[in-house]
């Protein structure tokens, strides 16, 4: 860990979401602070309105960034949000019509030179001026206007500051908001926690930061201006809270949380080798969700049964080309060779919504970044010669350990059909190519995660081989909330009546059509929900390695047939918080 100051400042505590657990202590690495090296360059005339609109969108980008983070500011408390709301809306303006936006302009349009240089050189002269004022007030203004043209310059070039995978070992990323592929980046050798501004608990940067076993805590808007590079923090990833100069007995006490919960890991270490199986002898599939290859080693020490779900959409993310036939094919082969024989369950590309991969959705502008939109099989089918590669490097690697393929965001059994031709196509080519393949092609299943998927299960299962349900997705799209917008965090709740009965639903629909059906969804590696996941049918769990070992442990104490009798109890309901408590009974007791 990075050395600790010892100087006395004043202890800060912050609130947020804890979304992955486990402390983290270590010295702030601020994510976007500072200038960022700008590109120079003259522009013709023809091109002075194109550039005026880039800046336009910059402008409008950074009011958004900043009115995000206004709204957020205005559930903080007391003196705090009030000053963080002023200073905020000080900012707002700034991007609105200023001295700062009007030079810039002008420049642009007089001078003929790029956007981000025309920020730079109004921002030199406007610094210039108010040094010559030598007043300590007006040295504060000037810093504001710094910090706004430099969210400004970071819209234009949309280049990060500093590549997420070099940062210092011992350090707490800080960030206004960081994007699952930048979460992605992240060394758990190096990162000892995350703390941003905003976030939800269920978007993609959540999960990854729980598969890489960062602590993180999101959605915390006080950090903003409230801490600076270099000072200690510590982040509570279990309790949502962020302490910025931390006392030494403080610190000592976190230190000890942190050891004890370690030991506390450590010990369900002794469930690996234990059969998954239920207190009155039901056998259960507990798989493993993976992101990237750095965690089969987590997979193999949890003692997975599969790889139940492979989110291949990283691979093609912080990078400016598709990654090719080979080099799919060589990726997938680490995974299945690190399984053996344990099935891996290799989903196709799931980008879109709030998984941007540049090199795929730049071409398809907000409907690629948008829930609603190109994402997921719809991506793959308009561009099926990435699919039709995509396949072709699964099967190939299929010939190194089981296999099945799922086809995420399906809503309609035609995208299932659409996707099995390309599927059958990629098998055609390779065996012309005298490739080997698999004896069979593999199974090849749909996610259920679109509320029309789950009310369609029925007829969906008479065209898919297995179903894994996507409780995460499921939930925003049945609810109508956004996973990763922190604000309404508070509504998202899968022990809603209508999640639950569009899971009861698949999972009957599957089961009666005799096809395997999971849950891979943040709910299954969750002790709170397995007997009553277990309860409505579901034998197959995949979740963060990590949590193999506990919902392994609650496993083994549960009866199941008491499980599905309170199932059956709950589904009578029509209030979730008269099924939560329902179900956090039946856990008290059993
Ligand atoms: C889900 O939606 O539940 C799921 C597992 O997929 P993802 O989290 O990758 O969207
Ligand atoms: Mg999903």
Redo the contacts with the bound molecule.
């Keep these: 860990m990075a050395k600790r100051k010892s100087k006395k400042t004043k202890e800060i505590r912050f609130e947020g979401l804890g979304v992955s657990p486990g402390i983290g202590i270590g010295e702030v690495h601020l994510r976007e602070s500072g200038a960022v090296a700008v590109p120079e360059y003259s522009i013709p005339a023809t091109k002075v309105d194109a550039e005026l609109d880039r800046l336009k969108e910059a402008l409008t980008r950074s009011r958004r960034q900043i009115g995000r983070l206004r709204s957020k500011a205005k559930a903080l408390p007391g003196a705090a949000g009030d000053e963080l709301e002023f200073l905020l809306e000080a900012y707002f303006q700034m991007l609105k019509d200023s001295r700062l936006v009007r030079g810039v302009e002008k420049r642009i349009s007089k001078d003929r030179i790029n956007a981000e240089s025309a920020v730079q050189a109004e921002i030199a002269e406007i610094a210039e001026s108010f040094t010559a004022m030598d007043d300590a007030y007006i040295a504060a203004r000037l810093d504001d206007i710094r910090e706004v043209a430099n969210r400004l310059t970071r819209n234009l070039t949309k280049a990060p500051r500093m590549p997420m995978s070099i940062i210092p070992e011992g350090s707490v990323v800080v960030a206004e908001t960081l994007t699952p592929a930048d979460t992605a980046q992240l060394d758990p050798n190096h990162v000892t926690g995350i703390a941003t501004m905003l976030g939800g608990a269920e978007g993609?940067t959540a999960?990854m930061a729980r598969a890489l076993g960062i602590p993180a805590v999101l959605g915390s808007p006080g950090l903003l201006g409230g801490t600076k590079a270099g000072d200690t923090i510590i982040v509570d990833g279990y309790a949502g809270r962020i302490i910025i100069n931390p006392a030494a007995e403080t610190v000592a006490k976190y230190e000890n949380r942190r050891n004890k919960r370690q030991r506390e890991q450590r010990s369900l270490a002794r469930f690996k080798d234990l059969p998954a199986v239920t207190k009155d002898g039901t056998k259960i599939d507990l798989q493993a969700?993976v992101e990237l290859p750095v965690e089969m080693a987590m997979v193999n020490q949890a003692g997975a049964a599969g790889v139940g779900?492979l989110?291949t959409e990283f691979i093609f993310m912080n990078r400016d080309d598709i990654p090719d036939e080979e080099e799919q094919y060589q990726s997938l082969k680490v995974i299945i060779e690190a399984m053996g024989r344990r099935p891996v369950t290799v989903r196709t590309l799931?980008v879109g919504g709030d998984k941007a991969a540049e090199v795929l959705t730049s071409d398809y502008g907000d409907s690629a970044s948008s829930a609603l939109g190109l994402r997921g099989i719809r991506l793959s089918l308009v561009r099926d010669d990435i699919l039709e590669t995509q396949f072709r490097a699964i099967l190939r690697a299929g010939v190194h350990g089981p296999v099945r393929i799922l086809l995420?965001m399906v809503s309609t059994a035609s995208e299932v059909r659409r996707a099995r031709d390309v599927l059958e196509r990629a098998a055609r080519r390779l065996r012309r190519r005298k490739v080997k393949l698999p004896k069979e092609l593999p199974p090849l299943g749909v996610?259920i995660?679109v509320p029309g998927a789950a009310l369609s299960a029925d007829a969906l299962a008479r065209s898919s081989d297995f179903f894994a349900i996507?409780?995460?997705?499921?939930t925003m799209y049945t609810l109508a909330i956004d996973r990763g917008d922190e604000q309404v965090a508070h509504l998202y709740d899968p022990l809603h009546p209508a999640v639950l009965r569009l899971i009861q639903f698949s999972a009957q629909a599957g089961l009666r059509a005799g096809i395997p059906v999971s849950i891979?969804?943040?709910m299954a590696g969750d002790p709170r929900y397995l007997a009553l996941l277990l309860g409505l049918g579901i034998r197959q769990l995949s979740m963060t390695a990590s949590n193999i070992p506990r919902i392994k442990q609650r496993l083994r104490d549960l009866d199941l047939t008491a499980a599905e009798r309170r199932a059956g109890v709950i589904m009578d309901q029509v209030d979730a918080g008269r099924i939560a408590m329902l179900l956090d009974d039946f856990n008290a007791l059993a």
């Design positions: 993609h999960i969700n779900l989110r799931d995420p996610m995660e996507g409780s995460n997705d499921l891979c969804g943040e």
